[in-house]
């Protein structure tokens, strides 16, 4: 069995770490301070730049982490001591009370509707109270109430003791005390989220003084349909609707004054979030961005960021702000602002936001000094960018914010790059057969046989808070829903897809002995496998769920026509209950693998994948169609942080050249690519002779990299003066630069954020800092003139921006309208500019001029793409199967992403994003077997007419003819059960097992029947 490893902190990056860890087959004990998992992300409303519903996105996770059988939850629980070290930890782990049995505790939450004491609401941000004894939020999990031991009256002065008399299951236990544990592990992650900065910390914008001016997480809560106010934007001061809100942005953060000199990389894009989403609740509010630089760096940022620019009513003001103020007679807050240029603006609102940085949670900083583990001077973990996730103490690794400020997508990513550190020090590969004894929905003999029953059908019914109820009238849809032929038990339940409501489920099929479900609430494609195990876990075959969605399909998109979104809901639910009365068990099939692993691309992303596949025990095979290793980073002089690459990329290239378990193909072609997840076969072509290899793996990770844009604006083909940053590198390295040179000019954004590629390069802003830093540390002499659009050094790059600064590099500004314009004269170059302060044109000579030029995908996607059928996005970079929450996977099963294949990134980003890329292939590789899909296609072989049609729309290449026998013949484990084989058979010889021509039809009945609906007297629903 290997050795546990201890995750702390349950929100997002310690939920991914932990199951990561758990699909690997190894224990985890998993440790959250706060009563509930979740963290931040279970406060926020939307995520960018999708807008999915945080909880609807974030509750599956947690359900999916909290119900592993290898994961032990220790909630309100905080680590006291560790011991030790690395494969060999003693953590000592302490159990607050909650004065609550949790195993009797059903959260039924009638103590707190008694209890007579009121609080501040931490979790909703103060802006309304709670009670003494309370649930943490809606949806918590464990779904338990707590007692505040700070304000119970029976605690504190022995009287009251309300919430004991009420609760008939006896859980409440005023006598309980903390308890300590002592856990032997074999490494440590920590994940322990971060503090937002308090809204006082620049005291100037009021935030004591002013009711009206509130922090960002603080309008998280008020956007939210289960927050306070149910989504509705109103002033704190009186609750009237806010009509006019500003946004300011870096409230504490790149500033001095608060020790704060980093950016908290989030806020730019969390506050224009928050923009398109009030614009949502409040079409005719009109909102201000203020800002220095919007920082939209991300994957899909950009294009976000141009959404909001063109949302009427969304303004963005590039300037300070010099003094705020209160209207006495209307509340309103006056700001005075400072335009670029000098000019003084004055503006009022109704509503201010201030755009709050992320900090780090002093009590873990103090924690992790203890322990000693290095922070750096803001108390974050201090990791470098050769080991971005690997701390100062062996064994001990960090993911998420606690190593600096990030976004969800880079904490899930270095939370899967963590495990797969952790795994290293627990698991040994041979040890697979602790997985002999699970107990797991996949045993067919579990669930009751019901085929041959009469339909029982229970119907659940979710309000989702506001998000749905806002607009659908549920209980009218329940009630009518109990009318509907075999429906046994019509439910409306808040947040169905909770712990507690996934546990209503369980309990009514066996109350009640349903034997078919329809869950009526968001969509499938993220819900659907949650309320199947829901099901399964009641002893019920997932397959007889049917799901149907009245929130993306109903009450998102029909706002503002109740009624009608009301009988469109009722439909949907009606057309699920026909679907649900022919649904049959159906089973998964068992498939043999093989446990090697492919990776392909041999620059530092592919060899990072490689090297941690390897070091778990994994035989896995490295393919680079280059002569050479290394890749992109090649070309780069030092890290972000000043280590030279070179150095590293010899150490990492000598370990993937003498490691056992991997073997090298360089300079190969990959002709051919065929099968399915744990069982592809690679063919290879060799490009120095005729030699072929045929291979076999389980998984593959897409590591391809990416090119350096060539272009010739600003006379990039003409002048050998006119270079990339790269070739900047090389010369720096070689030490050309000296004697001859004066003036350098840097152009950003060169092919970047312009049509057709409207994305932000990332990388761009930080090298050219770096290497105008390392230019001017050698040469002060040398002028050096940066010309850019948004400055977009984030994170703790911000300090490397401000030393630039000082050492006299300066930053000028352009409009993408009104770019530089270079020019060639006697062998000299010129460039003309505007300058933004005074409005003038300048011309000046430089001797070299140094472009960013974009990072373009790589030649070969397309191909490649096609060959693995996984999709790419506008800009032919590989797309994620979830931005936020599945970075690294494809859709495609067994098939991972990482490195600039992904997006733009930096080294660091890259090395992380291999860590999590090898982890989440690891969790296939782990597993004894894995299963089918249940919902495949069949062929009835005697209405089957060979005619080739089905094969040829498979995208999937899952179904053939096989000419011998006359008849097509489906691949159970290629096919993603999408239909298109079905739809186009013109002898309906094909069904989709779970869409099958009867359900299908009983579906449409319902839908058109000649029963007439009131949404058809009504002249159906206007979707214009």
Known sequence: ?????????????????????????????????????????????????????????????????????????????????????????????????????????????????????????????????????????????????????????????????????????????????????????????????????????????????????????????????????????????????????????????????????????????????????????LKEADLDLYYMDIRAYGKGFERYYNMAQDTDGINFKRSRIAEIDKDKDTDQIEIKSVTQKGDINTDKYDLVILSVGLKPNEEVSQMMKKLKIRVNKFGFAAVDEINPLKTSRDGVYACGVITGPKDIPESVIQASGSAISAAQDAYQRQQNEQNENKETEEQKDEFKFVDNERDKIGVFVCDCGTNIAGVVDVPEVVERAKDLPFVEHSEEVRYLCSSDGQDLIGQRIKEKDLNRIVVASCTPRTHEPLFQKAVARAGLNPYLMIMTNIRDQDSWVHRDEEKKATEKAYDLVSAAAAKAKKAHSLNREKLEKIDNAFVIGGGVAGMTSALELADLGFKTYLIEKESVLGGNANNLLLTNDGQPVKNFLEKIKDRVNNHPNLELYKNYNIEEIEGYVGNYKFNLQSNQNDSQEELEGGVIIVATGANELKTDEYLAEESERVISQLDLEEMMKDNKLGDNIDKISMIQCVGSREEGREYCSRVCCTQAVNNAIFIKERFPDIDIKVFYREMRTYGFYEDKYRKARQLGVNFIRYEVENKPVVTREDNKLAISYNEPITDKEIKEETDLLVLAKAIT????????????????????????????????????????????????????????????????????????????????????????????????????????????????????????????????????????????????????????????????????????
Do not use: W
């Open 857 to 1024: 995908p790589a030649e070969s996607n397309k191909e490649l793409s096609m060959a693995l059928k996984v999709p790419l996005n506008e800009d032919e970079f590989f797309l994620e199967a979830h931005v936020k929450l599945r970075p690294v996977d494809f859709a495609t099963d067994g098939v991972f992403l990482t490195g600039l294949a992904h997006g733009p990134k930096n080294l660091n980003e890259s090395i992380a994003q291999s860590k999590a890329a090898a982890s989440r292939a690891a969790s296939v590789l782990a597993k004894d077997y894995l299963l089918t899909e249940a919902m495949v296609s069949t062929v009835d072989e005697n209405l089957c007419s060979a005619c080739g049609a089905c094969e040829d729309v498979c995208a999937f290449k899952a179904i053939e003819v096989n000419h011998d026998k006359g008849v097509a013949e489906v691949n159970t484990v290629l096919c993603k059960g999408c239909g298109n084989c079905a739809a186009v058979c013109r002898s309906h010889a094909i069904e989709l097992q779970g869409f099958t021509n009867e359900q299908l039809l009983d579906e449409m009945t319902a839908l058109f029947s000649d029963r007439k609906s009131n949404i058809k007297q009504m002249g159906g629903i206007d979707n214009g």
């Open 1 to 281: 069995m290997a050795k546990p490893v201890l995750v702390l902190g349950g929100g997002i990056a310690g939920i991914q770490a932990a199951t990561d860890l758990a699909e690997m087959g190894i224990p985890v004990y998993l440790v959250e301070k706060k009563p509930a998992l979740g963290g931040k992300m279970a406060q926020l409303d939307k995520t960018f730049p999708t807008n999915d519903c945080s909880t609807c996105i974030l509750a599956p996770k947690i359900s999916d982490c909290y119900n592993h059988e290898n994961v032990t939850t220790f909630t309100y629980s905080e680590l006291e001591n560790l011991r030790g070290t690395a494969g060999n930890f003693t953590a000592t782990i302490k159990e607050k009370p909650r004065y609550v049995d949790v195993d009797l505790c059903t959260g039924c939450s009638e103590c707190i509707e008694n209890c007579p004491v009121t609080v501040e609401d931490k979790f909703n941000e103060g802006i309304d109270q709670r009670k003494a004894v309370y649930k943490y939020q809606d949806q918590a999990v464990p779904n338990v109430v707590t007692i505040d031991p700070e304000h119970c009256l029976m605690l504190n002065k022995g009287v009251c003791g309300l919430c004991a008399k009420t609760c008939d299951k006896g859980a409440i236990n005023y006598e309980q005390t903390a308890q300590t544990k002592d856990l032997e592990v074999a490494s440590v992650i920590f994940a322990a989220g971060y503090d937002a900065f308090d809204g006082n910390i620049v005291s100037e914008y009021g935030y004591l003084n002013y009711e009206n001016v509130i922090t960002s997480l603080e309008y998280e809560r008020f956007l939210s349909a289960s927050g306070p106010t149910g989504g509705h934007v109103v002033r704190p001061s009186d609750g009237e609707e806010a009509k006019k809100i500003a946004f300011l942005q870096c409230a504490g953060s790149r500033d001095l004054r608060s020790d704060t000199s980093y950016c908290s990389s989030v806020c730019c894009m969390y506050s224009i979030k928050q923009s398109i989403i009030t614009k949502e609740h």
